[in-house]
């Protein structure tokens, strides 16, 4: 079993910051890629910004230049700062691994339970 675990969530004003993390646990073997995705009711989810072995990231335009993605390969952890904060930033935000599972030498991919980000006057 594979678990990622979001912390980091919240109200903030505009113009604000935030910290998300997620930290993967269980059965991994390796892990290629982790990120971020977030979804507003009634929308679908959406790319926010992902983080392969030994890059740099790459983001949704709509981030691009306010939200700085990192990953700790000892940790197993990816981080999510984010500035400058907009309302429209508002949504739920969803940590995402593509994993090799330890037991099966398999790469499924895994979703957290997600993190609610309130950007709000």
């Known amino acids: 079993q594979v678990q990622l675990v979001e912390s980091g969530g919240g109200l903030v004003q505009p113009g604000g910051s935030l910290r998300l993390s997620c930290s993967a646990s269980g059965t991994i073997f390796s892990i290629y890629t982790m990120g971020w995705y977030r979804q507003v009711p009634g929308n679908a989810r959406e790319l926010v910004a992902v983080i392969g072995s030994g890059d740099n990231g790459d983001y949704a335009d709509s981030v691009k230049g306010r939200f700085t993605i990192s990953r700790d390969y000892v940790l197993n952890t990816v981080y999510l700062q984010m500035n400058s904060l907009k309302p429209e930033d508002t949504a739920v935000y969803f940590c995402?691994?593509?994993?090799?599972?330890?037991?099966?030498?398999?790469?499924?991919?895994?979703w957290g339970q997600g993190t609610q980000v309130t950007v709000s006057s």
């Open positions: 995402y691994g593509r994993v090799v599972v330890s037991t099966t030498l398999q790469t499924d991919d895994y």
